[in-house]
């Protein structure tokens, strides 16, 4: 009996296996399991794209949130410049009195050095002429003293 159920199927195998249908079986299982194989290969690309894809995300946001914070940092800075603008111009203003100050001060230590330089030079010519004067009247009073004198 267990020889006539195999003769059995063997011979509906090969009806299938002549008439294609067993062939087109095979094709529509072979399909199958392409088409399972893509799917699971797509959603394996879909999951490994997941974390670029995340990672990405974030770093557009964190791009963004810098673009954003430097925005406010430059606006920050116009508004802090705009603030000490008055303070800048009152510390210019002091700082060009005090440098016109500075260099009165200077032009006048440096007349009073030139009247100091022409007084010690008139000194030192007052001084040179009387040792000229006092030498002239040394050789004059020599120059008497060793002529003869009339009496």
Known sequence: MDKLLQ???RALFYIRVLSGYEERRIRSFRLGLDKRLKQAEERKAAI???????????VRRM????QTLNKTLEETESAIEEYFKPID???????KIQLE??????KDMVKVMQQQALFKQAEAGKVTNTLQ???????QNLASDTTPQKT
């Open 89 to 95: 111009k009152e510390a210019e203003a002091l700082m």
């Open 101 to 106: 100050g500075e260099e009165r001060s200077m």
């Open 7 to 9: 003769f059995g199927r």
């Open 133 to 139: 004067t006092e030498k002239n009247q040394q050789t």
């Open 63 to 66: 791009v963004e949130e810098m």
């Open 48 to 58: 490994r794209k997941m974390p670029e894809q995340a990672i990405l995300g974030e």
